[in-house]
């Protein structure tokens, strides 16, 4: 396993308020975590960096290596680390409203448990093809799955960056969790401001490039993000797997 990721504040922002990060607990298994900050003044960029930097020390003193018990964990964590940052908020008129969202992979033997709160995407990269493994808590997904508007027309709509589940906000903490068997390609955790300017079809392509390293494409995606208009902050992390990592 091999991983690299890579955070832009983009074209039109002035501070990013993604906030990314890899961890290891005491027994070798890893997370891998992707946040997008929003609200307050400055509260977008201190609730990412609060979800992240205290779920992965807290996840660095754990020695779970099983499924359950990482489900379980995370479910805590998320409701845990929902309550600080409405506290925050509480104290502080500046971070009024500030909230995050979150995507998370944890990587066990033969196995990954994919969690997800709001808009923060996880695909896999296998070959040649990407898929899309969370699915976004937004306003204007439910339309689509409600049959109000299609998916062409959810890319463009003026409502899409309505978010219907974060960390902070609600006490709503609820996380999507999955289990997934690892297979040989690449996972991509990413934010909005590289799924709202590149399309499916162009990320495919630039993890499809074998002579890049994941560093390389961590740049080519973030360049691509910009090239687009770079409407707001991007982060992208990959994750590689082998063959020989699967069998």
């Known amino acids: 396993m091999k991983y690299s990721y890579l955070s832009d504040v983009g ?11 890899f961890f290891t607990n005491q027994v070798g298994v890893s997370l891998a975590i992707v946040a997008d900050g ?8 201190v609730a ?40 925050s908020a509480d104290q502080n008129d500046s971070l009024m409203g500030m909230g ?17 709160i709001g808009d923060s995407r996880c695909y896999l990269f296998n070959e040649g093809r990407l898929t899309q493994l969370t699915e976004d808590h937004s306003l204007v997904n439910e339309m689509v799955k409600n049959g109000q508007i299609s998916k062409e027309q959810a890319r463009i709509h003026p409502q899409k960056n309505i978010i219907t589940r974060t960390l902070g906000v609600s006490k709503d903490a609820r996380l999507d969790q999955k289990l997934c068997e690892i ?36 740049q080519q995606l973030i360049k691509a993000a910009n090239q687009a208009g770079g409407a707001d902050n991007i982060t992208a992390l990959l994750i590689s797997f082998e063959n020989k990592e699967v069998s």
């Open 183 to 218: 297979v040989p390609g690449e996972l991509l955790l990413c934010t909005d401001g590289l799924t709202n300017m590149v399309e499916d079809e162009q990320i495919a392509a630039i993890l499809g490039q074998k002579k890049l390293s994941l560093k390389e494409k961590c």
């Open 100 to 116: 995050t969202t979150l995507v998370c992979v944890v990587i066990l033997k033969k196995r990954l448990l994919i969690s997800n």
């Open 48 to 87: 990412s960096e609060m979800a992240v930097s205290n779920i992965g020390y807290e996840f660095e003193q754990t020695s779970f290596e099983m499924p359950n018990d990482a489900y379980s964990w995370l479910q805590k964590q998320a409701v845990s680390e929902n309550k600080k940052i409405l506290h």
């Open 11 to 21: 074209r039109s922002r002035q501070k990013n308020e993604d906030f990314v990060g």
């Open 38 to 45: 929003l609200g307050g003044h400055q509260g977008g960029e």
